[in-house]
Structures are given as structure tokens and as C-alpha cells.
């Protein structure tokens, strides 16, 4: 019986990703159907990833244990019943409160995260000697780290035309804005082709078997 399930989900895992493959001809019904199974059991397991991994560790469990000790728990668990609230149209603007709640703390703490991570490390990993390198290359590195942070920043200053001399570092901070952001999108497709080798490897080693 493992056997006979191991191999229906080794077609079925096989199916549904020829069905993927199919809207590089144009869009079908197959891919819709894949696409919608697909959303479908990621909302389902996210579902069960969430009761079991934060409601009932950090909500049941502590409240059968000590229950008078933690009713502060209680409140969390009210908001999110009353964001069920939406699944009724009469009721569902009760749901606004804690909705509202949650993209406030959100916004703040990302706000909070974003200033230290974004800002205040990127300008403490800048303030470098340039010269404390060993060799010429963590030398050329550290003086490509400091030109580039201050050439970057030039450009987005526009509280003055930048034309002649005040122009060239301009011009050199769009170079490395568009080393950047060609090295992101470098990324994003090399992740992208990963994904891609994967499914290629597993259609012709789990699936056909032609290679070990």
C-alpha cells in the first residue's frame, strides 16, 4: 500500500506539473485547474500551519496550563474570531477593528525594522577605513562600497541641476544602480531556473527513471 500511494503521487506530482508547463503554449483549462489546486492546498496547509504551530502552543496549551495567569492571551483570540466575522456581509464590518490593529503594528514594526536594517546598518557598514584591507582587493572592494553608497545617494539629490563637474557622480552612481539591480533580476531568474531544474530532474528521476 506505501508503495501503490508513492507511485499515484509520483503521477499525479507528474500530471500537475506537465499542466503548469502547458500555459508556456497559451492559457487552458489544465493550468487553470493545476493553478487552483495549487492555491487550494496552500491555504489548507497554512491553515493547519498556523493552529498548530501558534494557536495551540502559544494559545491552548498555555491557557489549559495556567489559565487565570494568562488571560491576557484572550484578547489576541478575540480579535481573530471577530476577523471571521467577513465570511457574513451583515457582520463583517466588525472586522475592521482588528484589521486595523494588525496593519497599524505591522506598519510600525516594519517601519522599525525597516530604519535599522535599510538605513542605520547599511550606513554603519559604510563607515569604513578603505585601507584596512590585507590585500588589493578587499581594498578595491571597500573603495567600491564607499564610492558607490555616496555616488547612489547623489543621484537622488534634486534640490540642485546637476550639470558639468556635479553631474559626472551622478553618472557614475546610475552605473552601480544598474550593476544592482541587474544583479537582482540575475538572481531572481537563476532562483527561477533553479525551480525549473527541479522539476526537470524529478519528471526523469522520480517519474521516467532514466536517471539514477
Given amino acids: 500500500m506505501p508503495d501503490l500511494m508513492n507511485t499515484i503521487g509520483i503521477w499525479l506530482a507528474a500530471f500537475f506539473t506537465f499542466c503548469i508547463f502547458s500555459f508556456l503554449y497559451r492559457d487552458n483549462p489544465f493550468y487553470k485547474l493545476a493553478e487552483q489546486i495549487f492555491v487550494g492546498l496552500s491555504a489548507g496547509y497554512g491553515l493547519i500551519y498556523v493552529v498548530y504551530s501558534t494557536m495551540v502552543p502559544n494559545l491552548f496549551a498555555k491557557l489549559s496550563q495556567d489559565f487565570s ?49 535599510d538605513l542605520l546598518l547599511q550606513v554603519g557598514a559604510t563607515i569604513i577605513n578603505p585601507f584596512q584591507g590585507s590585500t588589493a582587493s578587499e581594498i578595491s572592494g571597500n573603495l567600491l562600497v564607499i564610492i558607490g553608497t555616496l555616488c547612489g545617494v547623489y543621484f537622488f539629490y534634486f534640490s540642485k541641476k546637476q550639470e558639468g563637474l556635479a553631474k559626472i557622480p551622478s553618472k557614475i552612481g546610475v552605473y552601480f544602480l544598474m550593476v544592482s539591480f541587474g544583479a537582482t533580476f540575475g538572481y531572481t531568474v537563476m532562483a527561477r531556473i533553479s525551480l525549473l531544474i527541479g522539476r526537470l530532474e524529478f519528471l526523469r528521476k522520480d517519474w521516467l527513471h532514466i536517471i539514477n
Fill in 69 to 117: 495567569g494568562n488571560l491576557i492571551l484572550l484578547i489576541p483570540f478575540a480579535l481573530g474570531l471577530m476577523m471571521l466575522t467577513r465570511i457574513y456581509p451583515k457582520t463583517q464590518w466588525i472586522s475592521r477593528y482588528p484589521i486595523s490593529i494588525v496593519i497599524g503594528t505591522s506598519a510600525a514594526i516594519s517601519v522599525m525594522r525597516s530604519l535599522k536594517t
